[in-house]
């Protein structure tokens, strides 16, 4: 267990049961380049678009919506893993072909979760950034098959997995030669049920301390309400984050999931707007562009 105590010491990496996402072992940051985009460095990537793909104009759309925003990456659910069986479990295979399709008009890399070792192959063509979920998180079968593909992965932590399991579950990555981890902070389940979750800003810090890994934050799982997006995406860049993941949806009302979280384009311009302004003050960029 990673003793904050014992943290004061020089030596105090050498025992920790990681060792490839070690910083010990690896004192500078590791910056992951996906087509002209980056995570790490002086770089604040934000992905964005809709929790699911509904269709070829609503994907296309926000596609074009987020780009023009600012937005490096686009975001988009396939395969949706969902607590109950009678919600909307995503378009599946025609989902990710319109995902890809609206890639491809954009111009905007795509980053999409997968949930099985069964459609690992379908993910290798044209998605840029594989993501596996909070509950995928301790899949280690899923975990080591994307170790040996080489893809950027964007791995999120647990619905209550410790900072120590959660960097554990990279090394299953990185042990395979995978060294293009991205790890994601997604709040983590406790005793408060005002919002989805509970955003542990704590954790960005820590990890950037203990690992040499790019860490993002998805702040619109953590709050669940579109409202506390905008100020928990702002603490997270002040946090150190390398990035954010934001849901975006040109109808939330009507969207097939997650709509209570998911920003409008116009407001998520205005989210892009402040964040450039406040990368101005601590030297972050948010694109290679600007």
């Known amino acids: 267990m990673i003793s904050p105590k014992e943290d004061q010491t020089e030596q105090c990496g050498i ?48 596609a074009m919506d987020v780009k023009k925003a600012g937005a490096a990456m686009l975001r ?43 459609h690992l192959e379908a993910f290798m063509e044209e998605v840029d950034v594989i993501q596996i979920g909070a509950r995928n998180m301790q899949n280690y079968e899923l975990l080591k098959e994307v170790g040996k593909t080489g893809k950027p992965i964007i791995l999120k932590r647990g619905l209550a997995a410790t900072i120590e399991e959660f960097i554990l579950a990279a090394e299953y990555i990185l042990d395979e030669g995978n060294g293009n981890v991205i790890l994601c902070e997604r709040g983590i389940r406790t005793f ?73 384009p116009e407001k998520f311009k205005h989210l892009m707007d402040s964040l450039r302004e406040l990368g101005t003050v601590i030297h972050k960029k948010i694109s290679r562009n600007e």
């Open 15 to 62: 025992d920790r049961p990681f060792r490839k996402a070690n910083r010990f072992f690896h004192p500078e940051d590791s910056v992951i380049t996906v087509k002209n985009e980056s995570f790490g460095g002086d770089h604040f990537t934000v992905i964005a678009g809709p929790c699911s793909v509904e269709g070829p104009q609503q994907i296309e759309q926000i």
């Open 192 to 264: 408060e049920q005002y919002t989805r979750n509970t955003l542990d800003l704590s954790a960005v810090p820590i990890l950037k301390k203990l690992t040499h890994l790019p860490v993002i934050v998805d702040p619109s799982h953590a709050s669940g309400i579109w409202w506390l997006v905008e100020p928990l995406a702002k603490a997270s860049m002040v946090a150190g984050a390398d990035g954010i993941m934001i849901e975006v949806h040109n109808d939330p009302a009507h969207a097939k999931c997650d709509g209570e979280q998911s920003l409008k």
């Open 76 to 118: 988009g659910g396939a395969f949706k893993p969902r607590s109950s069986p009678y919600s909307f479990q995503g378009l599946r295979e025609d989902g990710l072909e319109l995902l890809k399709e609206a890639g491809r008009k954009s111009g905007l890399p795509i980053v999409t979760e997968l949930m099985s070792v069964q």
